[in-house]
């Protein structure tokens, strides 16, 4: 029988992690799911999880077998496959390479004192509302040519993009998608209208830089600028909030990892590394089964669609010496935080060069940072999203 998915499994919690305890804290689950269930069917999602670290390599290195296709109106890299995705990507690493990155350090560097210094005398701050999710969000912004009198509006929208179901019934989906449906189509046509701008008037920015961007003669249809801003939203904002957030998360559960990175602040990439080994961002990956395929005893079927539990892999003591410690010079660090593959995060050197400015700023200026006493953590509801809500810090400088 071919099991096709009804509705995509990612929006919808798995059981074992429903309650709030376990979404702060999902690892103690995945590693009984990883040693008793490393690849099982799950009836209530519809979908196939994978727990281990070699067998989420497997899935996520073979495209051929696990296609990241989806039936959605606006294909973009992330949910194509090859031989499109290479043309597609090819493209636009001619305006992402490490290089071009690096050069926005000192601005990054700027913008993150901007956002923390009002709070240094203050001696504490709401982590996620004052700086983890506006840095993110300004940096892609003014990379991309949106102007800043509409960063609000931008935001909103971007948020809009990662939003999760209500509840895991039929309507909601519904609901959710036809929401996602009009925010992408006021998005598209802000970023159509500066895009025109840009054609007539070409700048330094990410568009201009797109729109000429051109490999052996093909060149990239303004729907694929277009779609390509919008991925830019949906695959780095939040991600990055909750790389910062996730990583003083860490910092002020173990604090004397805060002496042992500010006497070696040349450990903060490694840090940063193990951040995304340790507390991963995005937690799960989905892909679709192309052709009925045998993974560690089970048989998958044409069709059906497999979630790759990263965050699970992270932890596996196959692939990790002391997987369950934070080693914050871990070297090396084979983590899949940003994943693996052909589709490895394409922004992983701007989230990591923004999380290492934060955490470099951070503990130059602040000492002893604490969650603030009596906070009561709050999940953020999405079933492949690890992060919490909110996050008051108080500190001393
Ligand atoms: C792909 C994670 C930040 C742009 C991915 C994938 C993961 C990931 C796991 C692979 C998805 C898959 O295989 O289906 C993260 C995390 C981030 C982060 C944890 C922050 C800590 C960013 C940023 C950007 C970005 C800042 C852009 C500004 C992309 C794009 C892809 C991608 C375009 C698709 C690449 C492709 O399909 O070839 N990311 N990401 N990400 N990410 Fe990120």
């Known amino acids: ?65 696990f296609s990241s296709e989806r039936d959605r109106a606006n294909a973009s890299m992330l949910t194509t496959d090859p031989p499109k995705h ?44 004052d700086l983890a999710t506006p840095l993110p969000v300004i940096v892609i912004a003014e990379l991309i040519g949106v102007p800043a009198t509409d960063r609000q509006k931008f935001k909103d929208w971007s948020d809009a993009l990662v939003k999760g179901a209500r509840d895991d019934s039929d309507e909601a989906f519904q609901e959710l998608m036809e929401e996602k449906k009009r925010n992408q189509q006021e998005l598209a046509s802000y970023f159509t209208a500066i895009m025109e701008e840009r054609r007539q008037r070409p700048e330094g920015d990410l568009i201009s830089i797109l729109l000429a961007a051109e490999i052996e003669g093909e060149k990239l249809t303004a729907e694929e600028v277009v779609g390509f801003c919008i991925l830019l939203l949906a695959a780095g904002n939040e991600t990055t909030t909750n790389l910062i957030t996730n990583a003083v998360r860490i910092l002020s559960e173990q604090p004397e990892l805060q002496q042992q990175l500010r006497e070696h602040p040349e450990l903060i990439p490694t840090a940063v590394e193990e951040t995304l080994r340790y507390y991963p961002p995005i937690v799960a990956i989905g892909r679709i089964a192309k052709e009925n395929v045998e993974l560690n005893g089970q048989t998958i079927q044409a069709g059906e669609q497999v979630i790759s539990w990263v965050g699970s892999a992270n932890r596996d003591s196959a692939q990790f010496d002391q997987a369950e410690k934070f080693v914050p010079d871990r070297k090396p660090n084979r983590h899949m935080g940003f994943g693996f593959g052909i589709h490895f995060c394409l922004g992983a050197p701007l989230a990591r060069l923004e999380a290492r400015v934060v955490l470099q700023t951070m503990l130059r200026q602040m000492e002893d940072i604490q969650l603030v006493p009596e906070t009561v953590l709050q999940p953020i509801q999405s079933a492949f999203v690890f992060g919490v809500k909110e996050y008051p810090i108080q500190f001393t400088s």
Request: net charge neutral; glycine share 2%.
């Open 1 to 65: 029988m071919n099991r096709a998915p009804r509705k995509y499994a990612n929006y919808i919690p798995i059981r074992e992690l429903e309650g709030v305890e376990q979404q702060l804290f999902p690892f103690q689950v995945y590693a009984g799911l990883r040693d008793n269930t490393p690849v099982r069917y799950d009836n209530h999602r519809e979908c196939w999880d994978v727990f281990r670290y070699e067998d989420v390599q497997y899935v996520l290195k073979n495209p051929k077998l």
């Open 86 to 129: 290479k043309q597609l990507r090819d493209l636009v690493n001619q305006a992402f390479t490490p290089k071009a990155i690096e050069a926005l350090a000192p601005r990054i560097q700027e913008i993150a004192d901007e956002l923390l210094s009002p709070h240094f005398s203050e001696g504490r701050m709401r982590l996620i509302d």
